[in-house]
């Protein structure tokens, strides 16, 4: 496996993962996949990492699964493929991920944005599902994310038509949370990755699962859950601090306990 398909970066607290295959528009190949979500994972287990950015280029985030590789797979090797594992093992991320996209961000490329918890989107940016022009459909949750975040009307059109959804358009429909510049998108990105790494991490992480939760569950077993992970919450020492330098007038000590 080449480690350099995907480029390892840190800043701090924020960890940052750099999709690097450019001859082929970062095509999400095996071998990305594979050190994507080793790097995701030993991230999320080092205790020093409090938020991670996935990013590309400046003209491409990804351009999906790797077509080259997909043409000749067989169905029973299309229902036994290793790479379908990947996708769970990154969306069960503990750690906050953003995606930073500027480019292209098309197939299992939007995709990956999408299992991100918030995206940072350049100006330049295109997200799109166009697997239907291939003969396939989205096979990594771009039905059913576009479908919560958009409706189904919304969602329903780009996943039959293929069509292609500028960066403006991604925020207003409530897929981007922040529109860049052409020149200032990691910037920005690191900037919320920093805000993110700056709060408690246990606290963080517990939101992240009742925000996760909302999506997966009824209102009122959500309205359980979240009520649990607050519980939780208040048992940390990073609570008695934060509340304690609010009274105080004074910034926070999180120490992750
Ligand atoms: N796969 C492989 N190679 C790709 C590629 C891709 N997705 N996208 C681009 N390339 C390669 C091109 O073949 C070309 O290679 P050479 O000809 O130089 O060998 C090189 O990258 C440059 O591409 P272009 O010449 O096309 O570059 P442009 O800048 O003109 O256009 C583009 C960029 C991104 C608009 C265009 O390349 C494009 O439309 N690419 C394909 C986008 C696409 O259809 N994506 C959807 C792929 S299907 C699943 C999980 C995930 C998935 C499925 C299942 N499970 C968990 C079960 C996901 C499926 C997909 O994403």
Sequence with gaps: MADDV????????????????????????????????????EWD??????????????????????????????????????????????WSCNTPMIAAVSGYALGGGCELALLCDMIVASETAEFGQPEIRLGIIPGAGGTQRLARVLGKQRAMELVITGRRMGAAEAHAA???????????????????????????PIAV????????AADETALSAGLDHERRL???AMATEDRIEGMSAFIDKRQPDFRGR
Excluded: H
């Design 230 to 232: 607050y519980e939780l």
């Design 45 to 90: 287990a080092d205790g020093e990492v409090r938020c991670i950015v996935i990013a590309g280029g400046d003209e491409y985030f990804a351009a999906g699964a790797d077509i080259k590789a997909m043409r000749d797979r067989s169905f029973q090797e299309a229902m036994t493929t290793p790479t379908a594992g990947y996708w769970p093992r990154l």
């Design 174 to 200: 409530g897929i981007v949370n922040r529109v860049t510049g052409a020149d200032d998108w990691l910037e920005q990105a690191l900037d919320l990755a920093g805000v993110v790494a700056r709060r408690p």
């Design 205 to 212: 992480r517990l939101a992240k699962q009742a925000v996760k």
């Design 6 to 41: 995907v480029l390892a970066e840190r800043d701090g607290a924020v960890a940052v993962a750099r999709l690097n295959r450019p001859d082929a528009r970062n095509a999400l190949s095996a071998d990305l996949m594979e050190r994507l979500t080793g790097l995701v994972e």
